[in-house]
């Protein structure tokens, strides 16, 4: 085996399984996360010259693989409309609201735009810097902290309970930051 195909095999068995779970927290979707961290792991071996060009190959492959969830996501939305579209024309379509109940982070990350998403699970449940976030995303420094700070305030107002508060939003906005700050065994769960 040649260095560079060394080094990548490295590189996976170091990397796979939290790009795995990033793909999971942006998707929500077990088996759709572990294709996609494959997928971006074989566009990451393309490329590998140009993802150690400036000593970072995580950074790249993070944002190999948060083009491609956008890329999905972008599709997934796509065949929803799709099927919204066909099933609105049928007689007997049923109208009942449709009220989830959001109450886990799970649940409440994937309601939240890419972008912020993006952000919040890397600065909080990755514990990247600013700087490795915005590199990760390939968006500045500043988008990376008001997308974060919009993200997180989304999250503590979809898992507010029903009955508002000081108290109870200071109970949720710490629960939230909680989960999403859990070290390495609470968040292999996820």
Not at 27 to 49: F, I, M, T, Y
Not at 50 to 68: I, K, L, S, W
Request: with cysteine; net charge positive; hydrophobic share 40%.
């Amino acid at each position: 085996m040649d260095a560079p195909t060394e080094e990548f095999h490295a590189f996976f068995d170091h990397h796979y399984s939290d790009l795995s779970r990033f793909a999971y927290l942006l998707l929500g979707d077990a088996e759709g996360a572990d294709d996609l961290a494959a997928d971006a792991l074989v566009a990451v071996w393309r490329r590998w010259d140009r993802a150690c060009a400036d000593g970072e190959p995580v950074a790249y492959a993070r944002g190999v693989v948060a083009a491609m969830a956008r890329t999905r996501a972008r599709s997934q939305q796509r065949e929803h409309r799709r099927v919204a579209l066909f099933w609105s024309h049928r007689p007997d379509r049923i109208n009942d609201p449709d009220v989830p109940a959001v109450l886990d982070v799970r649940q409440a990350l994937a309601r939240l735009p890419l972008r912020k998403r993006a952000c919040v699970v890397l600065r909080h449940a990755f514990d990247l810097s600013e700087k490795e976030t915005a590199r990760a995303l390939g968006v500045s420094v500043g988008t990376v902290k008001s997308q974060t700070s919009r993200g997180i305030a989304e999250l503590e107002r979809m898992l507010a309970p029903s009955r508002p508060g000081p108290e109870a939003a200071y109970q949720n906005a710490y629960r939230t930051v909680r989960v999403l700050r859990a070290g390495p065994a609470e968040r292999s769960s996820w």
